[in-house]
């Protein structure tokens, strides 16, 4: 196409040179030819015959305009003055070497330019038909030669599956010697017989791996069976530890109140024994007053003697007794509170003091300082059982493990209110929780007194009874000594009146 366009400039560049240069020579030919006769007709005055002449020269090829003018007043002109001239040129018109006017000729390229894109015309008209009967034959050539193969090959591919794999790709009418499209083709088989191998192997490993799920269900199902009987063993053997767990903690509890029972039996054994003993001396001294009042015998100074022992001997009597009615009214409070559950108004100093009273029969041959920091007069609506087997157990996680070894001690129980919450705070200055421990101090079966009458389950009650009892949490502080708790709880109703909880008894 670019040969073609460039071939058709040139030929046209050569006929617009080719015009220019008639035209040039169309001026000579007016010079040479038309001036002389149109002088001669000028000058008989032959103005019909000077007008031929110049129509003459007007109708020639690309002149466009035409002027004669003499000094006689003459004046023609033919042709379009208004046209654009590209040459122009004046002739004087002599005759016998006298100047008998001017001739003036304007040419332009209109008919030039005709010419020339009638002839483009022709050029490229010819040259589409020649591209057209080339591009043909190349197009017959080209299908013979490549497009067929290469829409059989197209062909080949589109319908190309699994399940024709066998058939080959074969083009007919080939050369000996083998070019490009050999080469797609042979690439085309041997993608095809990979493609085959790839799908043989394919249809392997997926039998294999049904085989294998088959089994594999089997496994599944025979261990889904031991599984599920496993899961049985172990909710079977859970609920024997839960069931076994609460066991022992209610005979924990049971424990805890046995040890009371019998360390308040031997305090509350001393006072009346006291009465025993003060009761029998009591009564020789009154049969020795009636022996000696019987016999007359009874002197002032012995009467006042026998009266002053019996004296001394009731005082005895009636302290021992009422020790022993303080023991036995705190022990009831605790005991009876222990097998009971209801959620009651209380004086929580004066339950704290029978709590501490009665446990601290437990270790009478101790001495510890025991301080409850509280304000008398508070009253709240709580459960007094589970303060009961708190405090209790706390005492006697210091006493067994806090002060091992030891016969004195410090213990603090302070209780304060703020924001609607109750504060315990319990510590003692004992040898502390180890490190260890401290993370798994609530635990159940956490001791450090495994095979020595330790089960593990103190603190594991009292953070049952905080947390799910008074709905509250209990925390292990850290301290430089001994060992501290904070219990926190909400208050349900605090700051009765003495007159309400009259009421409520």
């Not at 593990?456 to 049952?464: A, E, M, R, S, T």
Request: aromatic fraction near 8%.
């Amino acid at each position: 196409m670019c040969v073609s366009l460039c071939s058709t400039l040139l030929q046209l560049y050569s006929s617009f040179q080719n015009d220019i240069t008639l035209l040039e020579q169309r001026f000579e030919t007016i010079e040479k030819s038309h001036i002389p006769s149109i002088a001669s007709s000028l000058w008989d005055f032959n103005k019909l015959l000077t007008a031929q002449q110049i129509q003459g020269i007007v109708d020639l090829p690309d002149i466009g305009f035409v002027k004669i003018e003499n000094d006689f007043d003459y004046f023609q002109q033919f042709g379009d003055e208004s046209i654009e001239a590209k040459k122009f040129v004046e002739y004087p018109i002599i005759y016998n070497d006298k100047e008998v006017g001017k001739l003036q000729i304007y040419a332009n390229y209109q008919d030039i330019y005709k010419r020339l894109r009638q002839q483009a015309g022709s050029i490229l008209t010819a040259e589409f038909i020649k591209i057209f009967i080339i591009a043909f034959f190349i197009i017959i050539i080209v299908n013979k030669l490549i497009t067929r193969h290469l829409f059989k090959i197209t062909h080949y591919a589109q319908q190309l599956t699994p399940y024709n794999l066998e058939e080959e790709l074969v083009l007919s009418n080939r050369p000996e010697d083998k070019d490009e499209l050999d080469f797609l083709v042979s690439a085309v088989n041997n993608m095809r017989v990979k493609l085959k191998n790839d799908i043989i192997k394919l249809e392997d490993a997926e039998n294999a791996l049904l085989a294998l799920n088959g089994e594999l269900e089997v496994k599944v199902h025979d261990r889904t069976a031991k599984v599920e009987e496993s899961n049985k063993q172990l909710q079977q053997s859970l609920d024997d530890l839960t069931l076994a767990k609460d066991q022992l903690v209610q005979s924990e509890k049971m424990a805890s109140l046995g040890q009371l029972v019998a360390g308040v039996a031997h305090e509350v054994n001393t006072p009346l024994g006291i009465c025993v003993t003060s009761i029998s001396a009591l009564k020789e001294n009154l049969e020795s007053l009636q022996e000696a009042v019987a016999k007359q015998k009874l002197s002032k100074s012995h009467l006042n003697n026998t009266l002053n022992l019996l004296s001394e001997y009731e005082g005895i009597i009636e302290r021992s007794l009422k020790k022993a009615v303080d023991l036995i009214s705190s022990f009831k409070s605790v005991a009876v509170e222990q097998h009971t559950d209801p959620e009651v108004n209380i004086n929580l100093y004066k339950h704290v003091y029978d709590v501490v009273n009665t446990v601290k029969t437990l270790f009478k041959s101790k001495r510890y300082d025991i301080s409850i920091n509280l304000d008398e007069s508070f009253y709240l609506v709580t459960y007094p059982s589970a303060w009961n087997q708190i405090i209790t157990n706390l005492l006697m996680n210091s006493h067994i493990h806090g002060f091992e070894d030891r016969k004195d001690g410090n213990i603090s129980i302070t209780f304060t209110q703020s924001e609607g919450y109750l504060t315990l705070i319990y510590g003692d200055d004992g040898i502390g929780i180890s490190e260890e421990l401290k993370k798994r101090v609530f635990d159940p079966f956490v001791t450090t007194k495994r095979g020595q009458g330790g089960s593990g389950l103190g603190l594991n009650i009292v953070f049952n009874l905080v947390n799910t009892k008074l709905q509250g949490n209990i925390t292990l502080l850290d301290s430089e000594q001994g060992t501290y708790f904070e219990v926190k709880v909400p208050i349900v109703n605090s700051s009765e009146s003495q007159s309400a909880v009259d009421k409520s008894a």
